[in-house]
């Protein structure tokens, strides 16, 4: 529909076709509102913390989802999310990143219920979410990114796709030289279809 200067006037010295009057505008919104809509858009989370000693050390967070081989679902992830709290320390001697993984096995994996993003809703998730304080082994990167203390967020509006058996993976990590307080997280939302 093509789209005219809608304040346009006949008697004006440049005249055009008016075609948007506002009896039926177009209205459009992202594909994940629809789907929260339709209880199919879902987000999980997890984090992990640790106070480190004179020496340093690192903080990991893993956290994965698995789309099982019949689910008769396709996950699309709409956005990546999380960051890293960093007290007490010399940032000089700081590190940190956030990588996205193409499957991969996770060490004392701990269960995590994905939670529907139309609250109250009581739809459920044919995914499985784990989470991990260690890094993946065996997955295949996808991206990775250097991350600075503070939160990040990675929209993708759907352009990251799980179909039935595979598994997407991300992993935050965070390292300092010397003693202090860290904190990391980690957050994926979805929809499912």
Do not use: C, H
């Not at 459009?28 to 997890?46: E, K, Q």
């Not at 993946?136 to 796709?161: D, H, K, Q």
């Not at 935050?172 to 030289?177: H, Q």
Request: net charge neutral; glycine share 10%; no cysteine.
């Amino acid at each position: 529909m093509p789209n005219y200067f809608i304040f346009d006037r006949s008697n004006s010295s440049f005249y055009g076709q008016l075609t948007n009057t506002y009896v039926s505008p177009g209205i459009m919104s992202p594909t994940d509102m629809d789907a929260a809509a339709n209880n199919r858009g879902f987000i999980v989370t997890a984090s992990n913390s640790g106070s480190l000693g004179v020496l340093g050390g690192t903080v990991i967070i893993t956290l994965q989802i698995s789309n099982p081989s019949g689910s008769g679902r396709t996950m699309y992830i709409s956005s990546i999310t999380g960051g890293i709290n960093v007290s007490l320390s010399l940032l000089s001697s700081f590190s940190g990143s956030m990588t996205v993984y193409s499957g991969g096995t996770i060490t004392s994996p701990a269960t995590l219920t994905p939670f529907s993003t139309k609250f109250g809703s009581g739809a459920t998730s044919s995914m499985t979410a784990r989470s991990s304080t260690s890094a993946p082994t065996g997955a295949t990167t996808v991206m990775s990114y250097a991350l600075t203390p503070g939160i990040f967020t990675l929209p993708v509006a759907g352009s990251l796709i799980v179909p039935p058996n595979q598994i997407f993976t991300m992993n935050v990590s965070s390292s300092l030289s010397v003693a202090g307080v860290m904190a990391n997280s980690a957050t994926v939302s979805w929809w499912e279809v």
